[in-house]
């Protein structure tokens, strides 16, 4: 597995790490990948009730590492966004994978959660977050949607028209907000985090573990989470071509408000 996801078990707790606190575990291809052996793990593991996913250092993620873009262009060529398709389904099936473990999940949010980072957390079924923190899902300011799940599991929760004003906007909300809205579960000191989950688990360990995981299938099959996947991969995919997403990454690097030419 890679250093950037580590794992740890704490009796019926199964722990996943973001660790790449350096880079304000911005997530790239490596990252990715390790997360998918993590949960894959976690799947193999016998006699576990929880799983928790973290991150190391200040924040529990940025969001893309932007330079995954160029991580793209090396692994699928100079026409990899001809392939958009097929690298969203890449994406999407990590944290599909995450949201179908048959345990509960949940994700212990701090500092920063934004973009893919958010998308990771609506991944799971609880978000307990430290105060102070601040999520986001700024796609639409790089010329993108959130395509790895965000705007179907948003919409899940929060409804449309909560869901098109954070997206639309691409505006960071506080956890204030967040919980208002039904993101959030719990706000919490930052120092309490871990705690608290340990609590929810201790909660969710006195029902019966079949029962609770027939219960979160039938809850998330109420949705038609396929569907809005295959229909975010297919926005995306017209995304990558435009001349605005070009011009989203460009300003983004040089740090400078976009041009917008809605082409």
């Not at 799971?124 to 796609?139: N, V």
């Not at 790895?148 to 956890?175: C, N």
Request: charged residues 25%.
């Amino acid at each position: 597995m890679s250093n950037l996801v580590q794992t740890r078990q704490r009796d019926d707790i199964f722990e996943i790490v973001l660790n790449r606190p350096e880079k304000r575990n911005a997530i790239n291809l490596e990252m990715m990948r390790g997360l998918d052996t993590a949960v894959q793990e976690a799947n193999r593991t016998p006699d576990i009730r929880t799983v928790v996913i973290r991150g190391e250092g200040k924040v529990f993620s940025a969001g893309i590492d932007v330079s995954a873009f160029l991580d793209l262009a090396n692994e699928f060529g100079p026409h990899w966004q001809s392939r958009s398709l097929s690298i969203t389904e890449m994406f999407q099936v990590v944290l599909t994978r995450l949201e179908r473990l048959a345990v509960p999940t949940i994700a212990l949010l701090h500092g920063h959660c934004l973009g893919l980072a958010l998308e990771l957390a609506l991944a799971c079924d609880f978000r307990i977050a430290a105060a102070g923190t601040k999520m986001g899902l700024p796609e639409t300011r790089l010329g993108l949607i959130p395509d790895v799940g965000g705007t179907t599991r948003l919409v899940r929760l929060v409804g449309p028209s909560r869901a098109k004003e954070l997206i639309f906007t691409g505006r960071q909300m506080d956890v204030a907000t967040a919980v208002t809205w039904g993101i959030v579960n719990y706000v919490v000191p930052a120092d309490e985090l871990a705690a608290k989950a340990d609590e929810l688990a201790a909660e969710i360990r006195q029902a019966a573990p079949l029962a609770v995981g027939l219960a979160k299938r039938v809850i998330d099959g109420l949705d038609d989470i396929d569907r809005g996947l295959m229909l975010e991969g297919w926005a995306q995919a017209q995304l990558f071509s435009s001349e605005d997403f070009m011009e989203g990454i460009q300003s983004f690097m040089m740090k400078r408000p976009p041009q917008w030419q809605g082409k």
